[in-house]
T-cell receptor, first 113, second 118 residues
């Protein structure tokens, strides 16, 4: 089982460039999430999607946009990258109608110069 | 608002000794509590959860956690540590509402780096 798949795994951008992180899950989960992980700060929620067709801001949404393309796919876009967005990004999914544990992708390491 | 505290950034333990990674939480109503483990350059993996019932929860790789409502704690434990247990451990909490209207957000602690010394 693939679970949650993220692409790309690594990316280097220059300040001001744009890019999209892709995420797909094959577990038929309703909810999908984007987190960023920074040293000493744990995981912080950027955006989430409770179900297909809905998206909501999390704790740190500024500078990001998301699209829930269908039930399987949830993308994260940086329109104008900044050095403060250098981080490791994780996509996750869950079935929130049950106990809601998250299933994570392997992460995307983004460096903004 | 819900929150999680992992008071120790780093825990060192000798192989074969028992280990404890501490977690305290704050949430409205009944909590759903989780432990995740992250190995270097990997995503987080689910270890165990407390939803209801027995306060001692058993999970993957011989780990267990004890829910203590009066102390609002959910400490992760293992009777005998292995070098391969060395990793970053995250505690997480959400409220226990099952809702069809919105996703229930999980709040993570800042993580505890566990190092098991041979």
């Amino acid at each position: 089982n693939a679970g949650v798949t993220q692409t790309p795994k690594f990316q280097v951008l220059k300040t001001g460039q744009s890019m999209t992180l892709q995420c797909a899950q094959d577990m038929n989960h309703n909810s999908m999430y984007w987190y960023r992980q920074d040293p000493g700060m744990g995981l912080r929620l950027i955006y989430y999607s409770a179900s297909e067709g809905t998206t909501d801001k999390g704790e740190v949404p500024n500078g990001y946009n998301v699209s829930r393309l269908n039930k399987r796919e949830f993308s994260l876009r940086l329109e104008s990258a900044a050095p403060s967005q250098t981080s490791v990004y994780f996509c996750a999914s869950s079935d929130f109608r049950r106990t809601g544990e998250l299933f994570f992708g392997e992460g995307s390491r983004l460096t903004v110069l | 608002a819900q929150s999680v505290a992992q008071p120790e950034d780093q825990v060192n333990v000798a192989e074969g000794n028992p280990l404890t990674v501490k977690c305290t939480y704050s949430v409205s109503g009944n909590p759903y509590l989780f432990w995740y483990v992250q190995y270097p350059n990997r995503g987080l993996q689910f270890l165990l959860k407390y939803i209801t019932g027995d306060n001692l929860v058993k999970g993957s790789y011989g780990f267990e956690a004890e829910f203590n409502k009066s102390q609002t704690s959910f400490h992760l434990k293992k009777p005998s540590a292995l070098v391969s247990d060395s990793a970053l451990y995250f505690c997480a909490v959400r409220d226990g509402v099952i809702s069809s209207g919105s996703a229930r957000q999980l709040t993570f602690g800042s993580g505890t780096q566990l190092t098991v010394l041979p």
